[in-house]
């Protein structure tokens, strides 16, 4: 049974069409990628999905239920981008009443340790750092032991090393059979630990698969050569460049074309030909909605 099943979602806002039309199939135990830029009905799109937001037009199911069924069988967790935690609560306290509340939960030991907050239960959530808080967020999606998490922008406030753990718990989490839904713009979290990816703009789906077959989309490629004093957005097929460590890193669309005009100029000083990184298909998925 797929875990998520959307069919010609919508919403709009006023006369902003946020979301178009998305049809879209997670079998169980994936853990899915889904990117696009700020207003292309991420945010939107997980809200229908939950059943926290009605769809204009469309239909949701999870595990073959209706979001509320399926959140009241205690089958879907979430983890908002932000949200406000109970005052003058402790991280303990919160943890132990949404213990109660599921039918299987793992016990509160276990979702401390998992959301790297062991030594904390006692602290209030005013005490709690922006990281802290966030990790406060996931331990509280993942106690019922959900077997579909969604996760919005969920390491927007950690630092790296905390990114790292949080993904190594979830990698965890997934192992055991179940499925992931997260939305990110950090595009190298996606790329490593997502089976699939999703890439929406403008309310509309403009890839879905493994993040290889997302790069094979597009024709960009990485041209890079040592660097020297020139212009190099002047080149046939650039649409971006930046310098790293004495290296001008071209993207290009033409790469036959920008090595053949990097020869003709004198510029051909230990060339380098690479093929598209999820970043730069991403950003030339996106441009072709502009």
């Known amino acids: 049974m797929n875990a998520v099943d959307l069919e010609n979602l919508s919403y709009t806002y006023g006369n902003v069409r946020a979301v178009d039309d998305i049809t879209l199939t997670v079998p169980a135990g994936e853990v899915v990628a889904v990117l696009g830029p700020n207003g292309a009905g991420k945010s939107t799109t997980l809200l229908m999905l939950l059943g926290l937001l009605p769809a204009r037009t469309g239909r949701v199911r999870l595990f073959g239920r209706t979001p509320q069924a399926a959140a009241a ?3 879907v967790g979430a983890m908002p981008q932000a949200g406000g935690l109970l005052p003058r609560s402790t991280v303990g306290d919160l943890l132990t009443f949404l213990h109660k509340v599921y039918p299987k939960p793992m016990p509160v030991a276990e979702a401390l340790d998992l959301a790297d907050l062991t030594g904390l239960a006692g602290r209030t959530v005013e005490r709690l750092s922006g990281g802290q808080a966030q990790r406060l967020r996931f331990a509280m999606a993942v106690i019922g032991r959900p077997d579909l998490l969604v996760l919005d922008e969920p390491t927007a406030a950690l630092d790296v090393e905390a990114r790292r ?12 059979g179940r499925t992931v839904l997260f939305s990110t713009h950090y595009l ?20 879905d698969g493994t993040a290889a077959e997302v790069k094979r989309r597009v024709t960009v490629r990485t041209v890079s050569v040592q660097h020297q004093d020139q212009d190099y957005s002047v080149l046939p097929g650039v649409v971006a460049f930046a310098v790293k460590d004495g290296r001008a890193v071209l993207t290009s669309t033409d790469s036959d074309a920008t090595v053949l005009a990097l020869a003709e100029a004198g510029l051909l000083r230990d060339l380098e030909v690479a093929g598209a990184g999820l970043e730069d298909a991403y950003l030339a998925l996106t441009r072709l909605e502009v």
């Open 73 to 75: 069988a205690g089958q």
């Open 165 to 176: 753990a949080f993904w190594t718990a979830i990698r965890h989490y997934a192992s055991q």
């Open 188 to 207: 190298e979290e996606a790329d490593a630990n997502a089976d699939r990816i999703v890439v929406l703009d403008r309310g509309r789906v403009l890839a």
